[in-house]
């Protein structure tokens, strides 16, 4: 199983149509093991329940490359650094950066402010999902904010293999931030979590 997990992590140059199954597969099996070692670890030590977050780094405190002088939670920090990444791979994505041409067109320019209120706003969902207590999420709901209707920076509605091809980008993002197997999959739980609201066609 560890292998074949190995093996489907590894391909960074899937063809989505062919490895779909694989993904959901992956992602499930991620998940099961992930949550088995969890469970095996909040029986030996059960009067703290460690979440997500807990696990990629927490509230404790440390220098936030980003901005000079200033203090992160490691945990925000760790997910803030796969989610930047994951917007740099989706846009070189020819799958899926077609939807993003306004972002990509500001970003073009040399315009971030969109950049980075899509970065806060998927870092702070992240967060809220994984467990954080020091966030809240304030951005539009999954459904509205991918559908072009009520979200003006979207360009088209999601179908299944699209956002598989989000999870596999993730994936990439995650590996190039050294994230391990197991956390990697529980994040892809997160992700699976909001397909039905996210995928409108």
Do not use: W
């Amino acid at each position: 199983m560890k292998s074949k997990i190995h093996e489907l992590l590894g391909k960074t140059n899937m063809n989505v149509s062919k490895c779909r199954k694989n993904l959901t597969i992956l992602v499930a099996a991620l998940g099961i093991i992930s949550f088995s070692m969890l469970q095996s670890c909040s029986k030996s030590s059960s009067s703290a329940k460690q979440t997500l977050y807990d696990s990629l780094g927490g509230t404790t405190k440390v220098n936030d490359p980003a901005n000079s002088g200033q203090m992160i939670e490691k945990g925000r920090l760790g997910l803030r650094s796969v989610v930047d990444s994951a917007i740099f791979v989706i846009a070189a994505d020819s799958k899926i950066n077609e939807y993003f041409q306004v972002l990509l067109g500001e970003v073009g320019s040399g315009n971030l402010t969109g950049f980075q209120a899509l970065s806060k706003n998927l870092t702070d969902f992240f967060c809220v999902a994984t467990g954080a207590k020091n966030f809240s999420y304030t951005g539009k709901n999954m459904h509205d904010a991918h559908d072009p209707a009520t979200n003006s920076r979207m360009n088209g509605k999601a179908q299944n293999s699209d956002f598989d091809q989000f999870i596999v980008d993730v994936v990439i993002a995650a590996q190039k931030n050294g994230l391990s197997n197991q956390l990697i999959g529980q994040v892809g739980v997160v992700i699976n979590s909001v397909r039905s609201q996210v995928v409108q066609r």
